[in-house]
């Protein structure tokens, strides 16, 4: 895609999205495999073991939602960075994106392998102080956050707040804030994917939480989340499931995440990129400075 067919495309988008308000999916994240190197206590996409997507299947689902109007694209898993055919690698996928017409690429990833694709973005995940992090992914924090130091593109560590490390928000931030120096962190809250379990926060705890995370704002620390996005995380203040951005994988594309549907996951929602999404769309001047750090 040329510069001027670039900066048209990019027109069109802010126009269609936040003044047209077209409801059409915007955004697609992409699972490319379901493999996955670590055996995280909050997840269970690891345990299909399926074969990662073809890489005809990854074109065609691409092709086919440009066509229904996505722009921005999230590689995701499993670990993304585990898919391979022959010899082709993720690296391939972020191409093969770019020359279909998609005008950013983000990667998310566990951290634990190096960080090579050349992504507009990469969202690298941490889940706590290194004892912390070890009980609930199984790695090495110290390995995590020395892949995001060398990571050549932009990139936010993720964090989703649980019951076993809610009391750690404030000492991971300064943690983040000297070892990687310049990098926020975007805060999510554990959804219950796989029914209520001991990782889910209470109203009280969750409140709390976010009182915490205001705090850390106002300290300075690298918080990502913008003050009314970290508001909408509060229990019955969430803006409910949105056809902006679809979920595809190898078995399908759902609508918002792979979850709808199930009433635990959508009140207990703690995905805090949709709080933003919808705030940038009202113009709001707090959440267009969240979400510019990541353009």
């Not at 019951?163 to 999510?188: C, H, M, S, T, Y």
């Not at 029914?195 to 926060?201: A, S």
């Not at 199930?262 to 940038?280: K, Q, T």
């Amino acid at each position: 895609m040329g510069s001027l067919s670039r900066a048209w495309s990019t027109a069109r988008l802010g126009v269609d999205f936040a003044l047209l308000r077209k409801d059409r999916p915007f955004i697609l994240g992409l699972a490319v495999t379901d493999r996955c190197n670590l055996r995280c206590r909050h997840c269970r996409v690891w345990r299909d073991h399926g074969p990662h997507m073809p890489f005809a299947d990854v074109e065609s689902t691409l092709r086919r939602f440009h066509a229904r109007g996505s722009r921005l694209l999230y590689l995701e898993g499993g670990e993304p960075y585990l898919w391979r055919e022959g010899r082709l690698r993720l690296a391939d996928v972020v191409w093969l994106a770019r020359d279909i017409g998609y005008l950013r690429v983000h990667v998310c990833t566990n951290g634990t392998l190096p960080i090579t694709a050349p992504a507009d973005f990469t969202w690298v995940s941490a889940d706590g102080l290194h004892d912390t992090h070890y009980a609930l992914r199984g790695s090495g924090l110290d390995e995590v956050l020395d892949n995001a130091r060398r990571c050549p593109t932009r990139k936010a560590v993720v964090f989703t707040v649980n019951a076993i490390n809610r009391e750690e928000i404030r000492p991971f931030l300064e943690l983040v804030r000297d070892a990687v120096p310049g990098v926020p962190v975007l805060f999510q809250f554990h959804t219950p994917y796989y029914g209520v379990d001991e990782l889910l926060l209470d109203a009280g705890s969750r409140n709390a939480a976010v009182d915490s995370l205001q705090e850390c704002r106002r300290a300075g620390l690298p918080v990502m989340n913008s003050t009314p996005g970290l508001e909408r995380l509060r229990p019955g203040h969430g803006s409910g499931p949105c056809g902006l951005w679809y979920v595809a994988d190898s078995d399908g594309e759902y609508r918002c995440c792979r979850a709808l549907g199930d009433p635990a996951v959508c009140d207990h929602c703690g995905y805090s990129a949709r709080e933003e999404i919808r705030l940038v769309r009202d113009f709001n001047p707090r959440a267009l400075a969240s979400m510019a750090r990541c353009l």
